[in-house]
């Protein structure tokens, strides 16, 4: 009868305790699978740090409000003791029509190994406004010669022409000004000497604005009815905010159409002082999308770290069992780093050439590696053979889902899916206790 050591060494021996070991090594490469992607995180937050430094030389992206009709004016009130004040306000007018036709021009901007997206872009901004007089309140009287137009621009540092406003026949120029209120620092358009204003006719307008941004370009739909026209040669574009435009997209670029009428939104025709707090979520534009993500498809492709461990592991397990020859621990531990490594170097060469190119390397080397220290563990032609197609298949396998967006996950599942059918085939094929030492059978007495 075997003694109790003999079964502990003959167990250590053992298929089944190769088969534990090989599942804790697979858990101990969560370290540093872990360990690569906040390595990811950490360059992409970087690479997020250095793009907001150049669009902050730049300018950063645009929000453009108005243009809105500011009317001061006095009125006759009482104060807490009954006695009489003339208070004074200021009516915000909106246009009754307001058309935006703006033509963007992109262009990347490099930092050393990272890129932003910038533009430039020329809008023609032109509409009406209802007779002013008509929005004013009962017994109001309007101070005509302070009265202005204001354009919020969120980033004046984008402006790169003098604006010339016109306002029926009437030529304007804009100084840099307004509040931190709704409409929100930019331009101010002061309509001093003008009889315009108390003609009781409508106020047709119309500027040309030329204005440098990074990312994306916003509006906010002032008019009662507002028309925002815009085309830009950007393959990618990505269409934000709380209204969706009729757009069409080819080689060339795009060209995207808003039509927003005052039911759609939540701002009045007209308010008072700062009575409006701020229009809610009614902006919309289009954010000039970076197609190139390497952080993003570097971090999709670290989270099959474990799956593609865990079965490259299988595989040597299975050829370990069929050519009976015996792999150290030691041996699986360093395919598994190996296996680490090639995440390391996709992140660091995407960032210096194109992420198809980065994985096509990363991976030849990776899978040159492991095949080579196989044949050399191995001496089986035929055994190194089948474990580089199983590599070769797992590496395209997960580039086509790396670059799948809509179907990534379904693709995946059923990829995995097979994957894992048929390696159970071929384990059904092998018998695992052939080489398990067997017991003797006690013998009657």
């Known amino acids: 009868m075997d003694t109790i050591m003999e079964k502990v060494e003959r167990f250590s021996r053992s298929i089944t305790m190769k088969a534990v070991i090989i599942g804790f090594l697979t858990l101990i490469m969560l370290i540093p699978g872990f360990m690569i992607q906040n390595l990811i995180s950490e360059r992409q937050k970087r690479s997020q740090e250095t793009i907001e430094k150049i669009n902050a030389k730049w300018s950063n992206a645009q929000t453009i409000n108005g243009p809105v009709l500011v009317i001061p004016y006095t009125s006759s009130g009482v104060d807490e003791?009954?006695?009489?004040?003339?208070?004074?306000?200021?009516?915000?007018?909106?246009p009754e029509m307001l058309t935006v036709v703006a033509k963007l021009i992109p262009e990347e901007r490099h930092y050393g190994i990272y890129k932003?997206?910038?533009?430039?872009?020329?809008?023609?901004?032109?509409?009406?406004?209802?007779?002013?007089?008509?929005?004013?309140?009962t017994n109001a009287q309007a101070k005509w010669k302070e009265a202005?137009?204001?354009?919020?621009?969120?980033?004046?540092?984008?402006?790169?022409?003098?604006?010339?406003?016109?306002?029926n026949t009437s030529h304007f120029t804009a100084e840099a000004g307004g509040e931190q209120d709704v409409i929100g620092q930019g331009l101010v358009?002061?309509?001093?000497?003008?009889?315009?204003?108390?003609?009781?006719?409508e106020l047709t307008f119309t500027c040309h604005l030329k204005l440098n941004g990074s990312s994306n370009i916003n509006f906010i739909p002032v008019g009662k009815t507002t028309h925002v026209q815009m085309t830009g040669a950007w393959k990618s574009p990505g269409f934000i905010g709380s209204f969706s435009p009729e757009y069409k997209i080819d080689v060339n670029g795009f060209t995207a159409n808003w039509n927003v009428l005052h039911f759609n939104r939540n701002i009045p025709e007209s308010w008072i002082d700062r009575s409006i707090k701020s229009f809610g979520e009614t902006t919309f534009g289009v954010n000039l999308v970076d197609t190139v993500d390497q952080y993003q498809q570097n971090m999709r492709s670290a989270k099959y770290a474990l799956m593609f461990i865990a079965l490259t592991f299988v595989v040597f397990f299975f050829v370990e069992i069929l050519t009976r020859k015996k792999i150290h621990p030691l041996q699986y531990l360093l395919v598994g780093i190996a296996l680490i490594l090639f995440y390391s170097l996709l992140l660091s060469i995407s960032e210096q050439l194109n992420f198809g190119a980065a994985y096509l390397i990363a991976s030849i080397a990776t899978i040159g590696l492991?095949?080579?220290?196989?044949?050399?563990?191995f001496k089986n032609i035929m055994s190194t053979g089948i474990l580089a197609s199983f590599l070769g298949i797992l590496y395209v396998f997960l580039y086509v889902v790396l670059q799948l967006e809509d179907i990534a996950l379904l693709f995946g599942s059923i990829g995995l899916f097979i994957i894992l059918g048929v390696i159970m085939y071929f384990s059904g094929k092998i018998n695992f206790y052939k080489s398990e030492p067997l017991e003797e059978p006690t013998k009657a007495e």
């Not at 932003?116 to 309140?137: A, H, M, N, R, T």
């Not at 358009?189 to 006719?201: A, E, P, V, Y």
């Open 370 to 377: 492991i095949v080579a220290y196989a044949h050399s563990i």
């Open 189 to 201: 358009i002061s309509l001093k000497n003008t009889d315009l204003l108390q003609s009781g006719n």
């Open 116 to 137: 932003s997206i910038l533009y430039k872009s020329e809008l023609v901004i032109s509409g009406k406004f209802k007779k002013p007089d008509s929005q004013l309140p």
């Open 148 to 167: 202005a137009i204001r354009i919020g621009i969120s980033d004046l540092r984008g402006m790169t022409n003098d604006l010339d406003f016109i306002l």
């Open 81 to 94: 003791k009954k006695n009489p004040v003339i208070e004074n306000h200021l009516l915000n007018v909106t």
